[in-house]
């Protein structure tokens, strides 16, 4: 998830780009450059980290043409170093490109344009594109809209590409595949972004790309075409947030607009799992199919949200492989004295790659003989180097403190992984296989659907957020559901939440239950949803008031319910990706009611990098 910016006008053009790549650096600091045409050359300078260190090796050093195109990096592909960090050129020098997102086909590209001569000075999948670019205007003399429309259709994956020409100061053309991309023109200047914010110092009459459009930007004037070469109306879009604001993307708090970026980061996460066979594809799990036959044990280590998501994983793994999971709070783990040797194998789950106790658990694991894969969402962070394997959420940067569409990416990734293994160990039909991701590839859709209840959600957080304890209740991958929803509450209202299986109620727990106590009760998987509603019964016996999440249309759910919201049908085992949505808003909506901000929790840090 980079930002991406882009400027021409009459100004010079490197103020306006590193004030755009500041708005946006919240989707990626792990590099940040610039390329600016000037006296028909393009001149790049970029650099590994933040901002600043770009600043500084700028510094005495400004190009001060009137075209640039900048880029802030959430690394992908090749790590946060200068030399991938963007733009990228081709061989020339004379075509320059920044890019967001995954380039699939790179592999297949970069080798068939090594064949044709072409040198390469990344290990990116975007300087593919730059090459690619370069080769067809050497083919065919294309103008740079003819050779960026005839490279698109060749590209393979995520892409929202910019491209610049040496030959034609006077134009920066740009297109879209999935990843956004904003344009825009006013008085002598013309403007790209990946988001509004990096456009809104200077228009707020903004032109946001469809999939598959091509936009060619020149000062004061925008043209759009489709990936075919059709010239295709513009359409603009007013957009009335302040500066401020749309740092957030005209969302009041980052927790409520991560919230909503859930379908891209679900999206995202699945990008490629799918090969042409139609086979489960992780290649970055490069075992041998004996290999991992051979494993006879998983053991998951995490905290927090993690944990949850590991504890959602375990239910999937076991069922779907039949291997033993152990789940373990990675703070336990090595105090425990675990059985683990060679056959074992580790999943340290950690969104920052950075909490200390997780890292140190994986460490362990590795000391004992054991394989260690990691899922995160962070290119570069400690865990991928602690790992033999690393599985990457694709959620982009989380700014919230409290964890939302980082755990939507860990329960996908970790689905992914288990289906992987069932592949490879044949403990699942291919067929069996297949319709799970088919369910899987619906999430997205059906998590935008889902975001319509948040009216709902926030009414009925209205009539609970005087409450002093709130109790969440869940079976099999409910639990898992039960622990996060009260855990998202209680670190973002600091209301007194707990979860419970809810088999476990009768044993403790129901004697805290009184009139007045709400109790939310996750109702959507469907083998044990008879039991889940008996459990509500007994709930409500007590007078407490029942909150249900509960199956889209389900009437026995709503005759019991006080609230009730409403979630579309998926497999059992991926309930929780949908579950997530109402608990994150009900946590968000009750912290925003009591005069809260969701975004900075007391006491919390981002990433825990103690013990
Ligand atoms: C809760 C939350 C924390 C983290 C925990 C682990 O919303 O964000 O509970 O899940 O601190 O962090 P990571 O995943 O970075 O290891």
Redesign the pocket.
């Known amino acids: 998830m980079c930002g991406i910016v882009g400027y021409v006008g009459s100004d010079q053009a490197l103020p306006v780009l590193l004030s755009g790549m500041r708005m946006l650096e919240y989707r990626g600091y792990d590099s940040a450059g610039v390329a600016i045409v000037e006296d028909g050359e393009i001149d790049i300078v970029r650099k590994a980290g933040q901002i600043g260190n770009l600043e500084a090796a700028l510094e005495g050093n400004e190009p001060s043409g009137t075209l640039g195109i900048g880029h802030t990096r959430w690394a992908t592909h090749g790590g946060p170093t200068d030399g991938n960090a963007h733009p990228h050129r081709d061989c020339t020098g004379r075509v320059a490109i920044v890019h967001n997102g995954i380039i699939e086909n790179h592999d297949v590209l970069r080798a068939e344009l090594v064949a044709k001569g072409h040198t390469f000075e990344s290990e990116t999948d975007t300087e593919v594109a730059a090459h690619l670019i370069e080769q067809i205007i050497s083919d065919k003399g294309s103008t740079l809209l003819e050779a960026v429309t005839e490279a698109v259709n060749i590209l393979e994956g995520a892409f929202a590409l910019v491209c610049v020409r040496a030959d034609e100061p006077d134009v920066i053309v740009t297109a879209r595949q999935e990843p956004p991309i904003i344009v825009g023109a006013a008085d002598g200047v013309g403007l790209v972004g990946s988001d509004v914010p990096a456009l809104l110092g200077h228009t707020r009459d903004v032109i946001p790309l469809d999939n598959r459009q091509i936009a060619e930007v020149r000062a004061g004037s925008v043209r759009l075409y489709d990936f075919e070469g059709n010239e295709l109306e513009v359409q603009t879009v007013h957009i009335d947030w302040d500066l401020e604001a749309a740092e957030k993307g005209g969302y009041e708090d980052f927790m409520l607009k991560e919230i909503h970026e859930q379908p891209d980061a679900v999206r995202q996460t699945m990008l490629g799992r799918i090969d042409s066979n139609g086979k489960v594809s992780l290649d970055e799990v490069h075992w041998t199919n004996g290999e991992l036959k051979d494993i006879d044990k998983i053991v998951i280590v995490?905290?927090?949200?993690?944990y949850n998501a590991g504890m959602a994983a375990k239910h999937a793994i076991e069922h779907w492989t039949r291997i033993p999971v152990e789940l373990d709070l990675a703070s336990e783990f090595r105090y425990r004295d675990p059985v683990l040797d060679n056959r074992g194998l580790v999943i340290g789950?950690?969104?920052?790659g950075?909490?200390a106790d997780?890292l140190a658990a994986v460490r362990f694991a590795r000391e004992m003989g054991a394989r260690v894969i990691a899922v995160t969402n962070v290119v570069g962070s400690s865990i991928t180097r602690d790992a033999d394997a690393v599985i990457f959420t694709h959620a982009g940067p989380e700014i919230g403190?409290?964890?939302t569409k980082?755990f939507l990416g860990q329960l996908v990734a970790l689905n992914v992984l288990a289906l992987y293994l069932a592949q490879e160990r044949g403990s699942m039909t291919v067929d069996k296989i297949r319709e799970t991701m088919a369910a899987m590839e619906a999430l997205p859709s059906q998590i935008e659907d889902l975001l319509e209840i948040k009216e709902d959600v926030k009414a009925a957080a209205k009539r609970y957020s005087e409450a002093r304890d709130i109790i969440f209740i869940g079976r099999g991958v409910g639990m898992a559901m039960a622990l996060e929803g009260a855990?998202?509450l209680k670190?973002i209202s600091y209301i007194h939440a707990e979860g419970y299986a809810a088999g476990e109620l009768k044993h403790g727990p129901i004697a805290l239950l009184q009139e007045g106590v709400p109790v939310v009760a996750l109702c959507t998987g469907a083998k044990l949803y008879d039991k889940m509603l008996a459990n509500v019964e007994e709930v409500r016996a007590r007078g407490a008031s029942a909150v249900i999440v509960a199956p889209r249309g389900d009437e026995r759910a709503r005759d019991l319910a006080d609230d009730i919201f409403e979630v579309p049908a998926t497999k059992p085992l991926l309930t929780p990706i949908l579950d997530a949505i109402p608990l994150q808003l009900f946590a968000y909506y009750i912290a925003k009611e009591k005069g809260l901000s969701p975004d900075k929790p007391r006491n919390l840090a981002k990433?825990?990098t103690v013990e």
Do not use: H
């Not at 995490?302 to 993690?306: L, R």
């Open positions: 995490a905290c927090g949200t993690s789950i950690t969104q920052s950075e909490t997780t403190v409290a964890a980082t855990l998202k670190e990433s825990v």
